[in-house]
């Protein structure tokens, strides 16, 4: 098993609750995203910026740990709602774990949002596989 630790326990911010309800969640029930997660090694922040939260979530071979606020460096930082969040989490994956649901309307709906900068993904062009491989962990979708 791949843990999922929130490093400020019972602190911890409701992003940093909410992303490790999901990761916690596909994680357990997928070990092929448990590899995918150990394999991984960066650093994500994300920001929510309808709730002005943000947290890093700190990818290694061993576990991955879930911090309120953000920590320098990191790979991608990911500025969105938490309807941004959740609706990517809704994204369909492949079994091999590649996100097709970029395909749907659900998926166009997201890109036009990137396009308009609502929805924004620091070093998606410098890290595009780590932000494919972090939407594949997101995902609850199959």
């Known amino acids: 098993m791949y843990p999922v630790v929130l490093a400020d326990g019972e602190e911890a911010n409701g992003l940093a609750y909410l992303v490790n309800m999901l990761l916690s969640q596909n994680l357990s029930a997928n070990p092929e995203k448990q590899k995918l997660a150990a394999k991984m090694n960066c650093i ?18 061993e576990q991955l740990v879930i911090k309120n606020d953000f920590t320098k460096p990191r790979h991608v930082t990911v500025s969105a709602t938490t309807d941004h969040i959740m609706e990517v989490s ?27 900068s609502r929805f924004k993904i620091k070093g998606l062009i410098i890290h ?3 932000v494919i491989k972090f939407v594949a962990l997101v995902s609850i979708a199959q």
Not at 47 to 54: A, V
Not at 90 to 116: D, H, M, S
Request: proline share 4%; hydrophobic share 45%.
């Open 128 to 130: 595009p596989l780590k």
């Open 90 to 116: 809704q994204l369909k994956v492949t079994k091999n774990l590649f996100p097709v649901g970029f395909l749907t309307k659900r998926g166009w709906q997201l890109i036009k949002e990137i396009l308009a």
């Open 44 to 61: 994500i922040g994300i920001d929510s910026i309808d709730t002005e939260q943000r947290v890093t979530l700190i990818f290694s071979s």
